[in-house]
């Protein structure tokens, strides 16, 4: 066993189909894979183009992480993937009102290649992980006041800024 990877600070961003059981039931098998695919390669993408790394996908759900550094490049690719996602669902039929929430928070995590030989691949562990996904429940656009502060501000009507880190 190696040791432990680097504790450091990040920008950890949970996505989320809102309504998803209920947007894909009644649609074949068939259907909902070319929906979910369209998803991984139309929405989750968008966090790539601004700084953001894709740490897992599980299934309507995917685990991003930024530097802090960027933490505007992360308010902006949220906001973009829930608009690329409307369009997206528009296509679909969508009958749920499926909507992509999205939770940033920052803080430090354990960011490195873990799991057993077989399967290692680069993952995270730490505070900010829970409490982004913790955020989820609050609402659909969860951003924390750490990750607000280090981009300067945050000025949409949908962001819900929830409390102070440790």
């Not at 995590?109 to 993952?123: K, L, N, T, Y």
Request: with cysteine; net charge negative.
């Amino acid at each position: 066993m190696s040791g432990m990877p680097p504790v450091r600070q990040m920008i950890v961003g949970f996505v989320d189909i809102r309504h998803y059981s209920e947007g894909t039931s009644g649609h074949t098998t068939g259907e909902v894979y070319a929906f979910l695919s369209a998803f991984y390669e139309q929405v989750l993408p968008i966090a790539e183009q601004y700084g953001g790394r894709l740490v897992k996908t599980i299934g309507d759900a995917a685990l991003i992480v930024w530097e802090p550094t960027d933490a505007t490049r992360a308010l902006e690719a949220a906001g973009r993937m829930r608009r690329e996602f409307d369009q997206l669902r528009s296509c679909v039929g969508d009958r749920a009102g499926m909507r992509l929430a999205v939770a940033l928070a920052m803080g430090p995590v354990v960011a490195g290649e873990m799991g057993p030989p077989s399967i290692r691949r680069f993952d995270i562990v730490g505070d900010a992980a829970n409490q982004a996904a913790r955020q989820l429940r609050r609402g659909e656009v969860v951003i924390s006041k750490a990750v607000v502060r280090a981009a300067g501000g945050a000025d949409s009507e949908d962001v819900v800024v929830v409390g102070e880190e440790r």
